[in-house]
């Protein structure tokens, strides 16, 4: 299949400007326009690895970002990013396309796959199980799941736990990797040399915000899912020790509807696929300041679950 890195940077600007770049991650493929250079540089950064297809090709979503036309466009720039031809949310600056595409594609995919269950949560996988990471922005899931990534653990996704509704299973979303603020320099340093941002945007409605592609093994793994094995609920605390608390399966529940996007949707089925989600899974709350002592603490628990089970 061809990959992204295989087009050359004028059909890439091609596709975009015409028929729309069909960009393939996980079981979703967006359409994609947009004659803002920064898109096209950001796109060719981030997903090189990751399959595209021809123009005859079915797109699950149809999305551009394209400069706003008027005045505006010689005074103060801005950006629209459209789902369908119509406008979403409201304008962003300029310099902030990237950004705004990565946000844009998640908003497709919370408001309306709803063949899945949908969290807000980071997934990674380690020995055939998955660790489900819900939480707010600011508690540090984005950042403990990027120090994981490092570590070995597979990347499901950063932002956005797929539930498959009939088998349980977590589905793979292999995108770009979303860190905020002080998290960047975190990691530069936890990670060293092999950490690259493709982009760092600053001024944005979360500050300063960058952008790295997802590790190889993820997108080449992408058909691969993966089933239940621990749902920890994240906080950063400054100072503070890498603790790791139980949680009754009651209390995980409730925290596991607090984070879902469409759990009304799905209703009894949702409420099923969570109650299976916390019975295949050691639940669990988790609160950390130091990277090395989270990503340590990690390890034990995925070396200890890996013993548990051979020795049944």
């Not at 400069?67 to 369908?84: E, K």
């Not at 409201?90 to 408001?111: R, T, Y």
């Not at 590790?215 to 100072?239: H, K, N």
Request: overall charge neutral; charged content about 20%; aromatic content about 8%.
């Amino acid at each position: 299949m061809l990959r992204l890195a295989s087009l050359t940077h004028e059909e890439l600007v091609r596709r975009l400007s015409c028929d729309g770049l069909r960009l393939r991650t996980g079981p979703l493929v967006f359409c994609i326009r947009s004659k803002v250079a920064d898109v096209a540089r950001g796109l060719a950064a981030l997903y090189g690895e990751h399959p595209v297809l021809g123009a005859e090709e079915f797109a699950d979503f149809h999305i551009s970002v394209d400069r706003v036309a008027g005045l505006r466009r010689w005074l103060r720039p801005q950006l629209a990013f459209r789902v369908d031809g119509e406008n979403s949310f409201a304008p962003l600056p300029g310099g902030q396309g990237l950004p705004m595409l990565e946000w844009g594609m998640n908003w497709c995919v919370s408001g309306a796959c709803h063949q899945y269950l949908i969290l807000h949560a980071a997934v990674l996988e380690r020995n055939g199980r998955a660790l489900v990471m819900p939480a707010p922005s600011g508690s540090g899931k984005s950042t403990l799941c990027a120090a994981l990534l490092f570590r070995g653990w597979r990347l499901l996704s950063d932002e956005l736990a797929l539930i498959d509704l009939q088998s349980g299973q977590l589905i793979p979303l292999p995108r770009a990797v979303s860190l905020k603020n002080a998290s960047i320099e975190v990691l530069r340093q936890f990670a060293g040399p092999a950490l690259q941002f493709a982009s760092i945007v600053h001024d944005t409605s979360k500050g300063v915000v960058g952008h790295f592609k997802p590790p190889l093994e993820a997108v080449q793994r992408a058909d691969e899912p993966a089933q239940p094995g621990w749902v920890i609920f994240p906080r950063y605390v400054a100072e503070a020790p890498a603790v790791l608390a139980p949680l009754s399966p009651g209390q995980c529940l409730m925290r596991l509807i607090e984070n879902a996007f469409n759990y009304n949707v799905h209703q009894r089925a949702g409420f099923e696929a969570l109650a299976d989600l916390v019975a295949g899974s050691s639940c669990h709350e988790f609160s950390y300041s130091s990277l090395d002592e989270a990503v340590a603490l990690f390890e034990r628990l995925a070396t200890a679950d890996l013993v548990d089970r051979s020795a049944q």
